[in-house]
């Protein structure tokens, strides 16, 4: 069967069919890379990818991120866990710490915008699914900036919004998970709100959770702002809901799309595997250099 690539019906993304991700040749992984500009996120359905195989497609498209260590990290850095799983098979209590870390995933964001370099994109693998629920939501911040009214694109044309961890995951808890020394490395930093994509030149909206309010302006008034643009921008035709099948990937862009899980009951195991791609720049201290 050929590459096929069949757009969704909303703004974004796009699933892909006929390619194998652990065996790509060099035009099939060209074909993808354009089309994840083009879509923005990608579904691959039923790859059934190894961990090394999702590192390997991964690294392809740029070198990896480090992650938070709370992120429940086992062997391999490279590779971020997101499960409600012990290591024994047992669940985490919904309350638990790390529960609550989880549950952070269930706001609208974008990976790591929290650091000073945030990431390009993530690719993100199911391998234990939940029978009801457990889905991921993407959100088109392209077509969001775009349908803002000329008057509010100028207004937020040079502002940025201040980022931070403390403030996003502080709402929902589970703080505690990280060390002293990883909040020392994880300030409030400044990003601009209208971001423009490398490779497509086109605008996006940057913000989400972690984004707690724009630089220079009061508090309070920027951040309801910012959760009433979030709230609009976050709403159909830029919404696109994925429902898992174990061994299925999703790749999305971090840069042009806010995502989050619609959580799912807490007595169901869901167990994913995150690769994360870092940021472009030059001393990027979150980047992982390719061993
Ligand atoms: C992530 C994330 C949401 C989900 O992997 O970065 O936010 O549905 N996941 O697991
Ligand atoms: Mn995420």
Redesign the pocket.
């Known amino acids: 069967m050929a590459l096929e690539i069949v757009a969704t019906e909303a703004t974004l993304g796009a699933v892909v069919r006929g390619v194998r991700l652990a065996a790509l040749d060099d035009a099939e992984f060209a074909a993808i890379e354009r089309a994840w500009d083009d879509h923005a996120v990608l579904v691959f359905p039923g790859q059934n990818l190894s961990e090394a195989e999702q590192v390997a497609f991964s690294r392809r498209l740029g070198p990896l991120e480090r992650s938070l260590t709370a992120n429940n990290v086992g062997a391999d850095p490279e590779v971020?866990v997101?499960s409600n799983m012990r290591d024994d098979g047992t669940l985490w209590p919904a309350r638990s710490a790390h529960g609550l870390f989880?549950q952070?995933?269930?706001y609208w964001?974008t990976?790591s915008s929290y650091k000073r370099v945030p990431s390009k994109g993530?690719a993100?693998a199911a391998r234990v699914v939940p029978q009801t629920g457990?889905?991921?939501?993407f959100a088109d911040m392209r077509a969001a900036w775009d349908a803002l009214d000329a008057e509010m694109r100028g207004w937020l044309e040079d502002k940025r919004a201040v980022h931070s961890y403390a403030y996003s995951q502080g709402k929902v808890g589970g703080t505690e998970k990280l060390s002293k020394d990883e909040w020392d490395a994880l300030p409030p930093v400044e990003h601009p709100i209208a971001r423009r994509h490398p490779a497509t030149g086109r605008r996006s909206l940057y913000i989400g959770r972690h984004a707690s309010h724009i630089a220079g302006e009061d508090e309070e008034r920027s951040r309801a702002l910012l959760e009433r643009l979030c709230a609009e921008a976050c709403r159909a035709p830029r919404v696109f809901t994925h429902r898992?099948r174990a061994g299925d990937l999703v790749l999305w862009d971090n840069r042009c799309v806010l995502?989050?899980?619609?959580g799912h009951p807490a007595d169901q195991k869901?167990h994913?595997t995150?690769t994360?791609l870092a940021g472009d720049g030059a001393s990027n201290e979150w980047s992982l250099s390719a061993p």
């Not at 457990?134 to 939501?137: D, R």
């Open positions: 971020i997101l989880l952070g995933n269930n964001h990976d993530s993100l457990g889905e991921t939501a898992w995502h989050r899980g619609l869901r994913m995150r994360t």
